[in-house]
Protein backbone atom coordinates (compact mmCIF):
# COMPACT_ATOMS: atom_id res chain seq x y z
CA UNK A 1 0.00 0.00 0.00
CA UNK A 2 0.96 3.58 -1.50
CA UNK A 3 -0.06 6.72 -0.17
CA UNK A 4 0.87 9.68 -2.52
CA UNK A 5 0.70 12.87 0.33
CA UNK A 6 1.60 16.04 -2.38
CA UNK A 7 -0.04 16.04 -5.91
CA UNK A 8 -2.04 18.71 -7.74
CA UNK A 9 -4.79 16.32 -9.53
CA UNK A 10 -6.84 19.29 -10.26
CA UNK A 11 -4.39 20.71 -12.97
CA UNK A 12 -5.31 21.16 -16.31
CA UNK A 13 -2.45 18.28 -17.38
CA UNK A 14 -5.09 16.02 -15.74
CA UNK A 15 -7.87 17.21 -16.92
CA UNK A 16 -8.60 14.74 -19.95
CA UNK A 17 -7.90 11.85 -18.42
CA UNK A 18 -8.15 11.87 -14.41
CA UNK A 19 -10.16 8.44 -14.09
CA UNK A 20 -7.51 6.47 -15.73
CA UNK A 21 -4.91 8.55 -13.54
CA UNK A 22 -6.64 7.58 -10.75
CA UNK A 23 -7.28 4.20 -11.59
CA UNK A 24 -3.52 3.07 -12.54
CA UNK A 25 -2.61 4.58 -8.61
CA UNK A 26 -5.11 2.70 -7.06
CA UNK A 27 -3.81 -0.62 -9.50
CA UNK A 28 -0.09 0.37 -8.14
CA UNK A 29 -1.65 0.02 -4.04
CA UNK A 30 -2.44 4.00 -3.75
CA UNK A 31 -5.06 4.11 -0.71
CA UNK A 32 -5.08 7.67 -0.92
CA UNK A 33 -3.62 11.00 -2.48
CA UNK A 34 -4.16 14.18 -1.12
CA UNK A 35 -3.98 17.08 -3.77
CA UNK A 36 -2.93 20.50 -2.70
CA UNK A 37 -4.43 24.03 -3.23
CA UNK A 38 -1.95 26.63 -4.48
CA UNK A 39 -4.06 30.32 -4.87
CA UNK A 40 -8.01 31.12 -4.78
CA UNK A 41 -8.35 29.44 -7.63
CA UNK A 42 -6.94 26.22 -7.07
CA UNK A 43 -8.48 26.21 -3.35
CA UNK A 44 -12.34 25.83 -4.94
CA UNK A 45 -10.68 23.52 -7.49
CA UNK A 46 -9.21 20.79 -4.67
CA UNK A 47 -12.42 20.31 -2.92
CA UNK A 48 -14.51 20.25 -5.66
CA UNK A 49 -12.04 17.56 -7.18
CA UNK A 50 -11.84 15.53 -3.52
CA UNK A 51 -15.62 15.73 -2.83
CA UNK A 52 -15.90 13.08 -5.64
CA UNK A 53 -13.52 10.31 -4.54
CA UNK A 54 -13.60 8.53 -1.50
CA UNK A 55 -9.78 8.22 -1.43
CA UNK A 56 -8.89 12.01 -2.66
CA UNK A 57 -8.68 14.57 -0.24
CA UNK A 58 -7.40 18.17 -0.15
CA UNK A 59 -5.69 20.94 1.42
CA UNK A 60 -5.86 24.75 0.66
CA UNK A 61 -3.45 27.24 0.70
CA UNK A 62 -1.15 30.05 -0.81
CA UNK A 63 1.80 29.10 -2.59
CA UNK A 64 4.85 32.02 -2.04
CA UNK A 65 4.22 32.05 -5.53
CA UNK A 66 1.17 33.42 -5.27
CA UNK A 67 1.76 35.39 -2.32
CA UNK A 68 2.04 38.92 -3.70
CA UNK A 69 -1.92 38.18 -5.46
CA UNK A 70 -3.73 37.26 -2.40
CA UNK A 71 -6.16 39.41 -0.76
CA UNK A 72 -7.80 39.61 1.96
CA UNK A 73 -11.11 37.81 0.92
CA UNK A 74 -8.15 34.79 -0.32
CA UNK A 75 -7.29 34.33 3.07
CA UNK A 76 -10.66 34.43 4.61
CA UNK A 77 -12.13 32.02 1.97
CA UNK A 78 -9.46 29.96 2.76
CA UNK A 79 -10.11 29.52 6.02
CA UNK A 80 -13.76 28.97 5.81
CA UNK A 81 -12.65 25.77 3.61
CA UNK A 82 -10.73 25.16 6.11
CA UNK A 83 -13.08 25.08 8.41
CA UNK A 84 -16.06 24.06 7.06
CA UNK A 85 -15.10 21.02 4.53
CA UNK A 86 -14.08 17.55 6.25
CA UNK A 87 -12.31 16.75 3.36
CA UNK A 88 -9.74 19.66 3.75
CA UNK A 89 -7.09 17.96 6.01
CA UNK A 90 -4.49 20.47 5.99
CA UNK A 91 -3.71 23.75 4.82
CA UNK A 92 -1.02 24.54 2.25
CA UNK A 93 1.75 24.62 0.53
CA UNK A 94 2.72 27.24 2.21
CA UNK A 95 6.47 28.33 2.65
CA UNK A 96 9.15 30.14 0.96
CA UNK A 97 10.50 29.61 -2.78
CA UNK A 98 14.01 32.29 -2.72
CA UNK A 99 15.23 30.28 -5.70
CA UNK A 100 12.24 31.78 -8.07
CA UNK A 101 11.62 34.62 -5.90
CA UNK A 102 7.72 35.00 -8.00
CA UNK A 103 6.72 37.24 -5.05
CA UNK A 104 9.35 39.93 -3.32
CA UNK A 105 10.59 37.35 0.35
CA UNK A 106 8.91 39.66 2.78
CA UNK A 107 5.41 39.07 1.34
CA UNK A 108 6.41 35.60 0.90
CA UNK A 109 7.65 35.80 4.67
CA UNK A 110 4.17 37.42 6.05
CA UNK A 111 1.83 35.36 3.83
CA UNK A 112 3.62 31.96 5.27
CA UNK A 113 3.62 33.76 8.70
CA UNK A 114 -0.24 34.16 8.84
CA UNK A 115 -0.93 30.92 7.07
CA UNK A 116 0.92 29.20 9.90
CA UNK A 117 -1.57 31.02 12.61
CA UNK A 118 -4.73 30.46 10.68
CA UNK A 119 -3.52 26.62 11.10
CA UNK A 120 -3.25 26.43 14.72
CA UNK A 121 -6.23 28.68 14.83
CA UNK A 122 -8.26 25.73 12.29
CA UNK A 123 -5.91 23.01 14.41
CA UNK A 124 -4.91 21.35 11.42
CA UNK A 125 -1.29 20.56 9.68
CA UNK A 126 0.46 22.27 7.31
CA UNK A 127 2.33 21.09 4.60
CA UNK A 128 5.47 23.34 3.62
CA UNK A 129 6.99 24.20 0.40
CA UNK A 130 10.82 25.22 0.72
CA UNK A 131 13.43 25.94 -2.14
CA UNK A 132 16.69 27.94 -1.31
CA UNK A 133 15.44 29.04 1.80
CA UNK A 134 16.07 26.39 4.41
CA UNK A 135 17.41 28.62 7.07
CA UNK A 136 14.56 31.36 6.92
CA UNK A 137 12.21 28.71 6.50
CA UNK A 138 13.02 26.66 9.55
CA UNK A 139 13.09 29.65 12.06
CA UNK A 140 9.44 30.81 10.80
CA UNK A 141 8.60 27.44 11.90
CA UNK A 142 10.01 27.67 14.74
CA UNK A 143 8.73 31.04 16.10
CA UNK A 144 5.04 30.23 14.71
CA UNK A 145 4.83 26.88 16.80
CA UNK A 146 4.19 24.62 13.37
CA UNK A 147 4.75 21.95 15.88
CA UNK A 148 1.75 22.10 17.73
CA UNK A 149 -0.32 21.55 14.22
CA UNK A 150 2.70 19.19 13.20
CA UNK A 151 3.00 18.95 9.11
CA UNK A 152 4.92 18.04 6.35
CA UNK A 153 8.48 19.13 4.71
CA UNK A 154 6.96 18.74 1.10
CA UNK A 155 9.24 17.24 -1.50
CA UNK A 156 12.17 17.61 1.12
CA UNK A 157 15.36 19.14 -1.18
CA UNK A 158 18.04 19.80 2.29
CA UNK A 159 20.89 17.55 3.66
CA UNK A 160 20.87 15.35 6.51
CA UNK A 161 21.45 18.80 8.73
CA UNK A 162 17.99 20.46 7.43
CA UNK A 163 16.13 17.08 7.85
CA UNK A 164 17.66 16.60 11.73
CA UNK A 165 15.92 20.45 12.41
CA UNK A 166 13.04 19.58 10.57
CA UNK A 167 12.37 16.47 12.72
CA UNK A 168 13.52 18.76 16.02
CA UNK A 169 10.19 20.85 15.25
CA UNK A 170 8.44 17.36 15.04
CA UNK A 171 7.54 17.56 11.38
CA UNK A 172 7.57 14.74 8.65
CA UNK A 173 10.00 14.36 5.67
CA UNK A 174 8.26 14.20 2.13
CA UNK A 175 10.38 12.66 -0.78
CA UNK A 176 9.46 12.94 -4.05
CA UNK A 177 10.98 11.57 -7.68
CA UNK A 178 14.38 13.51 -7.14
CA UNK A 179 15.78 10.45 -4.76
CA UNK A 180 15.58 8.34 -8.05
CA UNK A 181 17.80 10.93 -9.66
CA UNK A 182 21.07 10.22 -10.58
CA UNK A 183 22.00 14.08 -9.54
CA UNK A 184 19.90 13.12 -6.01
CA UNK A 185 23.01 15.06 -4.02
CA UNK A 186 22.00 14.64 -0.65
CA UNK A 187 18.29 12.34 -0.40
CA UNK A 188 19.94 9.12 -0.29
CA UNK A 189 21.56 10.00 2.96
CA UNK A 190 18.41 11.88 3.97
CA UNK A 191 16.55 8.36 2.66
CA UNK A 192 18.36 6.85 5.03
CA UNK A 193 18.61 8.90 8.01
CA UNK A 194 14.91 9.98 8.81
CA UNK A 195 13.52 7.58 11.02
CA UNK A 196 10.31 5.30 9.81
CA UNK A 197 7.81 6.98 11.34
CA UNK A 198 8.47 10.11 10.02
CA UNK A 199 8.66 9.72 6.79
CA UNK A 200 5.90 10.11 3.68
CA UNK A 201 6.08 9.84 -0.16
CA UNK A 202 4.87 11.76 -2.80
CA UNK A 203 4.89 13.06 -6.26
CA UNK A 204 4.28 16.56 -6.47
CA UNK A 205 2.46 15.22 -10.00
CA UNK A 206 2.39 16.67 -12.81
CA UNK A 207 5.87 17.82 -12.09
CA UNK A 208 9.40 15.97 -11.01
CA UNK A 209 8.55 12.76 -12.09
CA UNK A 210 10.75 9.91 -11.13
CA UNK A 211 13.19 7.70 -13.52
CA UNK A 212 12.29 6.27 -15.92
CA UNK A 213 9.73 8.75 -16.39
CA UNK A 214 11.71 12.22 -16.20
CA UNK A 215 10.53 14.54 -18.78
CA UNK A 216 7.27 13.66 -19.05
CA UNK A 217 4.24 14.09 -16.76
CA UNK A 218 4.42 12.61 -13.61
CA UNK A 219 1.18 10.98 -11.60
CA UNK A 220 0.38 9.08 -8.82
CA UNK A 221 0.68 5.49 -9.36
CA UNK A 222 4.76 6.50 -10.03
CA UNK A 223 4.96 7.15 -6.49
CA UNK A 224 5.43 3.32 -6.22
CA UNK A 225 8.96 4.11 -8.19
CA UNK A 226 10.36 6.54 -5.61
CA UNK A 227 8.83 4.15 -2.31
CA UNK A 228 10.79 1.71 -4.01
CA UNK A 229 13.70 3.32 -4.26
CA UNK A 230 13.73 4.94 -0.78
CA UNK A 231 13.18 1.36 -0.04
CA UNK A 232 16.58 -0.17 -1.53
CA UNK A 233 18.42 2.89 0.10
CA UNK A 234 17.07 1.67 3.42
CA UNK A 235 17.49 -1.72 2.93
CA UNK A 236 13.70 -2.72 3.49
CA UNK A 237 11.31 -4.10 1.71
CA UNK A 238 9.38 -2.42 -0.44
CA UNK A 239 6.25 -3.37 1.03
CA UNK A 240 7.31 -2.39 4.99
CA UNK A 241 8.02 0.97 3.29
CA UNK A 242 4.79 1.58 1.74
CA UNK A 243 2.91 0.27 4.59
CA UNK A 244 4.37 2.34 7.06
CA UNK A 245 4.85 5.45 5.10
CA UNK A 246 0.93 5.28 4.35
CA UNK A 247 0.78 4.71 7.90
CA UNK A 248 2.37 7.99 8.74
CA UNK A 249 0.30 10.09 6.54
CA UNK A 250 -3.00 8.88 7.47
CA UNK A 251 -1.61 10.41 10.96
CA UNK A 252 0.01 13.38 9.62
CA UNK A 253 -3.40 14.18 7.86
CA UNK A 254 -5.91 12.45 10.63
CA UNK A 255 -7.75 10.19 8.55
CA UNK A 256 -8.79 6.78 8.14
CA UNK A 257 -8.18 4.42 5.36
CA UNK A 258 -10.93 1.98 4.64
ZN1 LIG B 1 5.87 22.84 -3.67
ZN1 LIG C 1 3.15 21.19 -5.01
Same mark, same amino acid.
Request: overall charge negative; hydrophobic content about 45%.
Given at each position: ?6 ? =?? =?? *????? !? ?7 ? #?AE ?5 V ?19 ? !? ?32 V ?35 ? *?????C ?11 ? +? ?9 M????? !?? &? ?5 ? !???L ?13 R?L?D ?11 ? &???? *?Y ?11 ? *?A ?11 ? #??? +??? &? ?9 ? #?L????L?
Amino acid at each position: MLFDTHA =HL =HF *PDFAD !DLDAVLERA #RAEGVRGMVTIGTDRETNRAVVELAGRWP !DVWATVGIHPHDAAEATEADFEEMEGLARSEAKVVGLGEMGLDFFRNLSPRDVQESVFRRQLVMARAVAK *PVVIHCRDAHAETLAILR +DEKAGETGGVMHCFSG !DV &EVARRCL !DLGLLISLAGPVTYKNARALPDVARFVPADHLVV &ETDC *PYLPPTPHRGKRNE *PAYVALTAARIAEL #RNV +DAA &ELGEVTTRNAA #RLFRLRLD
